[in-house]
């Protein structure tokens, strides 16, 4: 079974198919607000609590952008 499931992961890959847990879509985050709070002075920390937003999400979509 080991093989036959390793060779099928081996051609979807092969293939292009993305594998494993698809990255949440979510809510639009305002990220460029928290760019404005942090050019304020305010750490990304004090940004993300300030509007309700996680924390790891943020850097996420900041990194993206």
Not at 24 to 52: F, H
Request: charged share 35%; net charge positive; aromatic share 0%.
């Amino acid at each position: 079974i080991r093989e036959r499931t390793r060779a099928g992961l081996k051609s979807a890959r092969a293939r292009g198919v993305v594998l494993g847990r698809p990255v949440g879509t979510g809510r639009d985050l305002p990220v460029n607000e928290c760019k404005d709070m942090m050019a304020e002075g305010k750490s990304i920390r004090e940004a993300c609590r300030a509007l309700n937003v996680p924390l790891t999400t943020m850097r996420r979509r900041m990194k993206a952008a």
